[in-house]
Every structure is written in structure tokens, then in C-alpha cells.
């Protein structure tokens, strides 16, 4: 499939005179797609059950017109005034009991039914007038999934259905459940908290200190499935009128609901890519590191997620080997007005985000916006055009990677060398328990992520409902807290390396210790975690040679060989069987660089230049620049902010 560009377009916000002269531009500059729609639901029923789409077909007409593929998205994210004052209890609620009310967007909760029979209408209205139109070319359901801290509500709707959610989990006669199993289940002797009655159980927060852990799991994966629910009514309603693909776009760093159960239900992957505004406030960058990569974003995270939603992308099946459909939809082009401090990229830095989703696989990415709004919340946003139509830097760089596809080859995925778990039920789990002030699992997946990216690997990431890890020469398992016992199994049988932990296998699926075995549990091994312990941001833990622990510690004990240690010879890391290895602590780069060349000596590894991070499809390989200074690779000078691509 060719490599195509887009931009994300609000009709709505400009004069209609002015909406063919954008179009054109837009065709001039070779785009193919243009998202709207998705924050329209006023203009489209302006009341209940009086829909005005005069204005909308006109809209598409006038892209479709100029050559322009339209990616119409549902209007969900920001119901109207009319729809509130129909259901005033549609808000999310807070921890803290505070409803979270009308006046931006996001302000629903995902278990009012109310609310959502208002989305089954208007999707249902929408799909029919467009699902034939020839213009729209794809679909995109709501927008941006559980940001803002949406995923999670403390409403009466959702306690409500957590109880409904409980009973088909512990099923019992009739459609009553099993209490006592749900009380065995938890350990609800503890606290004297056993329940008599599923409605005696109330949602776990205004408690007077920590809540039980398994009720506080449990609520997480429900408020996850209400997402895949809610996601799953729009998907089928589109497709009941329309063969357009469907997507949804997902957000950076936003791991409190399932993107893999998502994803079953879509066509298509994506994700707002906003390199700058991320590495200010999500990607726990030290401040010194921050400030040398102000201008560029950090050289992993995006990476990450492009490689995290191309797995995503396969969720459906409809994949090739090595991942599935994924576009990012919003690229950052300019400063943004969001993060806490909205800095502009160095030139070239949006052609180098651009190449470097096309090198992970994407098939498109969209800039986020045409134009730059004078109204409202985001008027600091920048956009391709500022907002008197004049192009902004961003522009140029968009031209040039545009006049660069016409000789690059179509999208290309291939199965890396290197295999990474990421499973979001485990980073709940850390969530509910990360037994260290700023301990997460996305924290120390992503750490290990990048170990992999300065050795200049490319990396597959897959769910944790992964059991195929054929062709694969390492496969990485970090702090899956809850390993059920056939992933045991497949890593054990996997034809390459694994490392596992710390913290893997910690948990039985009701958030209990087990004892018999004690973890990991691992297939005939005899090792077992003794004791753990979390770690002061300033205590460090020396490894004999090279690199440091940190943060979290296991001690263990067992026959494996011990393949790190610390300086007084504790170990750290040990083999748990013929192609194991376990890892008890949270390492360093460097402590996670030599476990990885240790233990998959085979791998190609070429450690990168400071800011330099190489990426291989296949038919091509890639270095991106995210540094200020020039670096040499494969013979050849990658200017700050710079692409090498050399076909394969």
C-alpha cells in the first residue's frame, strides 16, 4: 500500500466560501486524506431528532471534488447542550466524588446507557446518509479514547453496572452470582469485608484508606471492557451501512483501558503523535534530559507507539506478518498549547516524526490541523497554514516529504528480530500496586524498550494474549504481574531467548500471592522471589562491571546460573531454563544493554550514537537524528534533525 499523507479539517470553523480554495490547497500539496467530523454533533442535530446535514454534504462533496479521501469521524467526544440537559446524569465522576461537567469535551461516562442510545443515534443517521457516499473513504469512532482522564468514572451508572459486570464474573443459580466466591476471590475475610449481596458493593474510592486491591483491579478491567462495549456499538453500526474501514485514534500513554480489545473490533490503529507536548508531560524524562531534547521529542517514545499500534493493528486478524493497519492521525506540525511548556521544533523535525512513522509502517499520517484556529481552546495549536492562511513552517516540511514519496517504495512490515510484551492488565496491576512512589509498568517496559533501541534493534511489539513466538531470536516479558500458566508455557517452548521480570508472575488473576508454588512459577524451575523491596529515586545498586539497579529489587533464590550480580554478588539476574533468563531488578540502560547482549548474542546489535536510533522494514533501513549535532552511520553524516534511509 502506498504511503500517503492527510490533514485533520474543521468545516465547520471556517466561512464556506473559503472551503473549496482549502481544498485545492490540499490537493496541491498532495494530500489524500482529510479527517472531519469528529467534534461536529451541534452542527449536524442542532436539537434532538432535527439533523441538519446540508452542510456537511456540501463539505464533502467540495473535498471529494478536489481528489480528497474524507475519514468521517463520529461526533461522540463532545455531546451538545441539548443532550446533557436530556440526561444530566451522563457526567463521569472523579476519585474524589467531583462530576467532571459540560464545558470542553470527553464529559460522558461510558456506563450511561441514556447517553448511550443518544450515540446509537446519531452514528446510526450518520452511517446511512454516508456510508455509500463515495468520498468517505474511512471512518473514525469518537476521538482520543480515555484522554483527559476519562476512562474511569465513579458514577452511579457505573457502580451501577460494576455490580452487573461482578455477577458474570462469579456466576452462580440464577442470575444472582456467587457472593462467596467473589468474597474467597479477594481475601474479603481481611478487613472484616465480606459482602452478603453483590449490591452491598460499592466502587473503591472515599474509602477511609486503600481500598481492597482485587476490587480495585476488578473495577479497572470493567471500566476497560465498558470502553470495548462502547467502542464496539459505533463499529457495528458503521459497518451495518458502510465498507469504508473503521478506525479509532488512540493517545499517547493513555494504558487504563484494553487497545488490544479495541482494536478487535476496528480496521484500522491509530494514534496523535505529539512529540514535544508528550515529552513535557508523559514521558518521565529526567529535566536535563528534557531540555536537550526540547525541540526534537524523545528518540523512543514515539517509536514505541508506532510499533505498540501496529500490534494493535493486527488485533482483527487482518494483518501481515510482523503487525497490522496503522496510521497516526494527528502529527504534531508546530508548538501546541496543551503541555506545560509548548516549545516549536527545530527544522526538520516534522519531516524526521513523518519518515519515521513510515518507517515503523504506518500508511498514512495526517497533520493536526490545516489551519491554525483564532477561537477557543486551541488557539495556540499550530497548523500547516497560520490563521490567516498563510503556510507555517510545518508546510515546507510536508512538501518535502511529499515530494520524497514519489520514488519510495509502498508500506512495507516485517517481523522483527525482537519481540516486547506489553499487556494493559498488567499495567493495572501495577496501577493499583506499584509499591514505589512513580513505579509503573509502562515506566519499565518503556525502559526496556529503549535498552533495545540504542543497540539499534527494531522491535514487534505484541499483547499479552501473544502465544506464537516463532521467528523471533528474543522475546522480552517484563512485569507482567499475572502470567497465565500456557504464556509460561509458550515462552518456555519459544525457539528463541526470553527474559522475564522483575515482578512476572507476582500475582494470581484475583490480585493474591500465590504460595504454591511462590513466583514465578516458572516451567521446571526451582527459583523463587524471597523478599522484594522498592527503591529511593537516590538509591542505586551498583552491578558488578557495568550498570546499576533501581527503583525495584527482588531477592531470589535458586539453581539457575547467575548471569548478573550485584558488587557484594547478589543476584540479579539468573536462567530459569534452557532459554530463560529472569530478571529481579529494574536495571539501568546498561544493565538491561548487557543482559540483552548476553543472553541473544546472535542479535544484530550496533550501538547508536547519542539521539540516533536505526529502524529496519525489510525492504528498507532508517536512521533518524534526534540530536543537535551531526552523527555518522553506515559510512554516512546525519545532520541534527535528519533521515537516512537506504533500501535494503
Given at each position: 500500500?502506498?504511503?500517503?499523507?492527510?490533514?485533520?479539517?474543521?468545516?465547520?470553523?471556517?466561512?464556506?466560501?473559503?472551503?473549496?480554495?482549502?481544498?485545492?490547497?490540499?490537493?496541491?500539496?498532495?494530500?489524500?486524506w482529510?479527517?472531519?467530523?469528529?467534534?461536529?454533533?451541534?452542527?449536524?442535530?442542532?436539537?434532538?431528532?432535527?439533523?441538519r446535514w446540508d452542510w456537511l454534504d456540501r463539505a464533502i462533496e467540495v473535498l471529494g471534488a478536489a481528489g480528497l479521501r474524507v475519514v468521517l469521524g463520529t461526533p461522540t467526544a463532545t455531546p451538545p447542550a441539548w443532550v446533557v440537559a436530556k440526561h444530566p446524569d451522563m457526567f463521569a465522576v472523579d476519585e474524589n466524588g467531583h462530576t467532571r461537567g459540560y464545558g470542553s469535551r470527553r464529559h460522558y461516562c461510558f456506563s450511561h446507557q441514556g447517553y448511550i442510545g443518544e450515540c446509537r443515534k446519531i452514528v446510526t443517521a450518520m452511517a446511512k446518509r454516508y456510508g455509500g457516499n463515495p468520498h468517505v473513504a474511512a471512518w473514525q469512532t469518537d476521538n482520543e479514547y480515555g484522554c483527559h482522564d476519562t476512562t474511569i468514572s465513579y458514577s452511579?451508572?457505573?457502580?451501577?453496572?460494576?455490580?452487573?459486570?461482578?455477577?458474570?464474573?462469579?456466576?452462580?443459580?440464577g442470575n444472582d452470582g456467587d457472593i462467596d466466591a467473589l468474597n474467597a476471590a479477594w481475601g474479603n475475610v481481611f478487613w472484616s469485608m465480606d459482602y452478603d449481596d453483590f449490591d452491598q458493593i460499592g466502587l473503591p474510592n472515599l474509602t477511609v484508606t486503600e481500598p481492597n486491591p482485587a476490587h480495585v483491579h476488578a473495577f479497572r478491567r470493567f471500566a476497560s471492557d465498558q470502553v470495548v462495549a462502547f467502542n464496539r456499538v459505533q463499529t457495528d453500526i458503521i459497518r451495518a451501512h458502510s465498507d469504508a474501514p473503521v478506525a479509532h485514534n488512540y493517545m499517547g500513554r493513555?494504558?487504563?483501558?484494553?487497545?488490544?480489545?479495541?482494536?478487535?473490533?476496528?480496521?484500522?490503529?491509530?494514534?496523535?503523535?505529539?512529540?514535544?507536548?508528550?515529552?513535557?508531560?508523559?514521558?518521565?524524562?529526567?529535566?536535563?534530559?528534557?531540555?536537550?531534547?526540547?525541540?526534537?521529542?524523545?528518540?523512543?517514545?514515539?517509536?514505541?507507539?508506532?510499533d505498540l499500534y501496529r500490534a494493535v493493528g493486527a488485533a482483527r486478524g487482518a494483518h501481515q506478518k510482523g503487525g497490522g493497519r496503522w496510521w497516526v492521525m494527528e502529527?504534531?506540525?508546530?508548538?501546541?498549547?496543551?503541555?506545560?511548556?509548548?516549545?516549536?521544533?527545530?527544522?526538520?523535525?516534522?519531516?524526521?516524526?513523518?519518515w519515521e512513522a513510515f518507517a515503523h509502517g504506518a500508511e498514512a499520517v495526517c497533520y493536526f490541523r490545516w489551519r491554525q484556529a483564532p477561537i477557543a481552546q486551541e488557539q495556540m495549536h499550530a497548523g500547516l497554514l497560520r490563521p490567516d492562511s498563510v503556510v507555517a513552517e510545518a508546510y515546507g516540511e510536508a512538501e518535502t516529504v511529499m515530494a520524497e514519496l514519489a520514488n519510495a517504495p509502498e508500506v512495507t512490515v516485517a517481523q522483527a528480530p525482537v519481540a516486547l510484551i506489553f499487556d494493559y492488565d498488567a499495567d493495572a496491576a501495577w496501577a493499583v500496586q506499584p509499591h514505589g512512589a512513580g513505579l509503573s509498568y509502562f515506566g519499565l517496559v518503556f525502559d526496556?524498550?529503549?535498552?533495545?533501541?540504542?543497540?539499534?534493534?527494531?522491535?514487534?511489539?505484541?499483547?499479552?494474549?501473544?502465544?506464537?513466538?516463532?521467528?523471533?531470536?528474543?522475546?522480552?516479558?517484563?512485569?507482567?504481574?499475572?502470567?497465565?500458566?500456557?504464556?509460561?508455557?509458550?515462552?518456555?517452548?519459544?525457539?528463541?531467548?526470553?527474559?522475564?521480570?522483575?515482578?512476572?508472575?507476582?500475582?494470581?488473576?484475583?490480585?493474591?500471592?500465590?504460595?504454591?508454588?511462590?513466583?514465578?512459577?516458572?516451567?521446571?524451575?526451582?527459583?523463587?522471589?524471597?523478599?522484594?523491596?522498592?527503591?529511593?529515586?537516590?538509591?542505586?545498586?551498583?552491578?558488578?562491571?557495568?550498570?546499576?539497579?533501581?527503583?525495584?529489587?527482588?531477592?531470589?533464590?535458586?539453581?539457575?546460573?547467575?548471569?548478573?550480580?550485584?558488587?557484594?554478588?547478589?543476584?540479579?539476574?539468573?536462567?530459569?531454563?534452557?532459554?530463560?533468563?529472569?530478571?529481579?531488578?529494574?536495571?539501568?540502560d546498561a544493565a538491561h544493554m548487557r543482559l540483552i547482549q548476553t543472553v541473544a548474542p546472535q542479535l544484530d546489535v550496533e550501538e547508536m550514537p547519542e539521539g540516533v536510533r536505526r529502524r529496519q522494514t525489510g525492504a528498507e533501513t532508517f536512521w533518524f537524528n534526534y540530536g543537535r549535532s551531526e552523527a555518522r552511520v553506515a559510512g554516512q553524516t546525519i545532520p541534527p534533525a535528519g533521515v537516512l534511509r537506504q533500501a535494503t
Amino acid at each position: 500500500m502506498k504511503r500517503t499523507l492527510g490533514v485533520c479539517y474543521y468545516p465547520e470553523h471556517w466561512p464556506e466560501a473559503q472551503w473549496a480554495e482549502d481544498a485545492a490547497r490540499m490537493a496541491a500539496l498532495g494530500l489524500t486524506w482529510v479527517r472531519i467530523g469528529e467534534f461536529a454533533w451541534k452542527r449536524m442535530e442542532p436539537s434532538e431528532g432535527n439533523y441538519r446535514w446540508d452542510w456537511l454534504d456540501r463539505a464533502i462533496e467540495v473535498l471529494g471534488a478536489a481528489g480528497l479521501r474524507v475519514v468521517l469521524g463520529t461526533p461522540t467526544a463532545t455531546p451538545p447542550a441539548w443532550v446533557v440537559a436530556k440526561h444530566p446524569d451522563m457526567f463521569a465522576v472523579d476519585e474524589n466524588g467531583h462530576t467532571r461537567g459540560y464545558g470542553s469535551r470527553r464529559h460522558y461516562c461510558f456506563s450511561h446507557q441514556g447517553y448511550i442510545g443518544e450515540c446509537r443515534k446519531i452514528v446510526t443517521a450518520m452511517a446511512k446518509r454516508y456510508g455509500g457516499n463515495p468520498h468517505v473513504a474511512a471512518w473514525q469512532t469518537d476521538n482520543e479514547y480515555g484522554c483527559h482522564d476519562t476512562t474511569i468514572s465513579y458514577s452511579e451508572a457505573a457502580r451501577v453496572a460494576f455490580r452487573d459486570w461482578l455477577r458474570a464474573q462469579f456466576p452462580g443459580a440464577g442470575n444472582d452470582g456467587d457472593i462467596d466466591a467473589l468474597n474467597a476471590a479477594w481475601g474479603n475475610v481481611f478487613w472484616s469485608m465480606d459482602y452478603d449481596d453483590f449490591d452491598q458493593i460499592g466502587l473503591p474510592n472515599l474509602t477511609v484508606t486503600e481500598p481492597n486491591p482485587a476490587h480495585v483491579h476488578a473495577f479497572r478491567r470493567f471500566a476497560s471492557d465498558q470502553v470495548v462495549a462502547f467502542n464496539r456499538v459505533q463499529t457495528d453500526i458503521i459497518r451495518a451501512h458502510s465498507d469504508a474501514p473503521v478506525a479509532h485514534n488512540y493517545m499517547g500513554r493513555i494504558t487504563d483501558f484494553d487497545h488490544f480489545a479495541v482494536g478487535a473490533d476496528l480496521d484500522i490503529a491509530s494514534w496523535d503523535s505529539y512529540p514535544l507536548g508528550f515529552l513535557e508531560d508523559r514521558v518521565g524524562a529526567s529535566s536535563e534530559r528534557q531540555c536537550a531534547y526540547a525541540q526534537q521529542g524523545d528518540p523512543d517514545f514515539q517509536a514505541f507507539h508506532h510499533d505498540l499500534y501496529r500490534a494493535v493493528g493486527a488485533a482483527r486478524g487482518a494483518h501481515q506478518k510482523g503487525g497490522g493497519r496503522w496510521w497516526v492521525m494527528e502529527q504534531q506540525p508546530g508548538p501546541v498549547n496543551w503541555a506545560p511548556y509548548n516549545p516549536a521544533p527545530l527544522p526538520g523535525m516534522v519531516r524526521l516524526w513523518t519518515w519515521e512513522a513510515f518507517a515503523h509502517g504506518a500508511e498514512a499520517v495526517c497533520y493536526f490541523r490545516w489551519r491554525q484556529a483564532p477561537i477557543a481552546q486551541e488557539q495556540m495549536h499550530a497548523g500547516l497554514l497560520r490563521p490567516d492562511s498563510v503556510v507555517a513552517e510545518a508546510y515546507g516540511e510536508a512538501e518535502t516529504v511529499m515530494a520524497e514519496l514519489a520514488n519510495a517504495p509502498e508500506v512495507t512490515v516485517a517481523q522483527a528480530p525482537v519481540a516486547l510484551i506489553f499487556d494493559y492488565d498488567a499495567d493495572a496491576a501495577w496501577a493499583v500496586q506499584p509499591h514505589g512512589a512513580g513505579l509503573s509498568y509502562f515506566g519499565l517496559v518503556f525502559d526496556w524498550y529503549r535498552a533495545l533501541r540504542k543497540l539499534g534493534l527494531s522491535v514487534d511489539i505484541v499483547p499479552g494474549t501473544a502465544r506464537d513466538f516463532a521467528g523471533y531470536a528474543l522475546v522480552l516479558a517484563p512485569g507482567l504481574m499475572h502470567m497465565a500458566d500456557d504464556l509460561k508455557a509458550a515462552l518456555a517452548a519459544a525457539p528463541g531467548q526470553v527474559i522475564v521480570g522483575p515482578r512476572s508472575g507476582a500475582r494470581d488473576d484475583n490480585f493474591n500471592i500465590p504460595t504454591t508454588p511462590m513466583p514465578p512459577d516458572w516451567p521446571g524451575s526451582d527459583l523463587v522471589v524471597e523478599r522484594v523491596q522498592s527503591m529511593r529515586p537516590d538509591m542505586r545498586i551498583a552491578l558488578s562491571g557495568s550498570g546499576t539497579v533501581h527503583s525495584y529489587l527482588e531477592q531470589i533464590a535458586g539453581r539457575g546460573a547467575v548471569v548478573l550480580e550485584t558488587e557484594d554478588g547478589a543476584p540479579v539476574a539468573v536462567t530459569c531454563g534452557p532459554n530463560a533468563t529472569y530478571m529481579a531488578g529494574w536495571g539501568d540502560d546498561a544493565a538491561h544493554m548487557r543482559l540483552i547482549q548476553t543472553v541473544a548474542p546472535q542479535l544484530d546489535v550496533e550501538e547508536m550514537p547519542e539521539g540516533v536510533r536505526r529502524r529496519q522494514t525489510g525492504a528498507e533501513t532508517f536512521w533518524f537524528n534526534y540530536g543537535r549535532s551531526e552523527a555518522r552511520v553506515a559510512g554516512q553524516t546525519i545532520p541534527p534533525a535528519g533521515v537516512l534511509r537506504q533500501a535494503t
